[in-house]
């Protein structure tokens, strides 16, 4: 049985990640809305908690909150696709098994229900900030395209940990340990300013970098020419090694199962 061709598992990826996303509203009204509801009630309650016990680290409540709330729908995203993916192997075993599907298949199945979560998050934060802090609405351009970056960058991340993951079983529990340490050290919950003279060392992280692209224009801010920069290459590197492993892997994945 032939590989299917690229527009095929497109195809099949978008139709399975929108056949999930209607499963989910089954004997539920909100369904996946309700992550955005959890996602809203935990920015409002760690923005009271470090606004009122760090306020004199802080900046005003209403600034504080949208930085918050930017950050932590960057990071949903990022970590729910690696999660999902790192998983990917005991739900699709035996499809990988006995037939010759790419797992960038299952991979993109995980990406499209959850860019569908994404993009309900960032509407529902435009139209907060909107309305609640009269802010001025984000240039659409640097938005779009910064969506487009992040989530290429979070898909060869996904892929490269499913491929990883299909290979040593131990690494889903190594993975969550390095995403939870990556979430306090990445700047979500605490501004750059935060660390004093150890500022720069944000710029050695990443993550500081992708969440940028969401972060900044959300909050109508230009994106610097360094973020673009730093996350095109890190997408194009990760690109690179991912075809590289994809291609060994590819008729050892079955013995790996």
Known sequence: MQDPALPGMMRFALYAGLTDVQSSFRRTILGPLWSTIGLATLTASLGLFFGTVLKQQLPEYEAYIPFLATGLIAWTFLANCIHQSCSLIWQFLNTLRHNRMPLLVPVLRVMVRNIISLGVNVAVTIIAIRLFLEAAPPALGPLLGGLVLFVINVLWMSYLAALLCARFRDLPQLIAWGIHLAFFLSPIL????????????????????LIALIRQPLLGLPTSPETWMLTTVLAGLGILLCVALGRYAANRLAYWL
């Open 190 to 209: 605490w501004l750059e300013y935060n660390l004093g003279r150890f500022a720069y060392l944000v710029q050695f992280n990443p993550f500081s970098w």
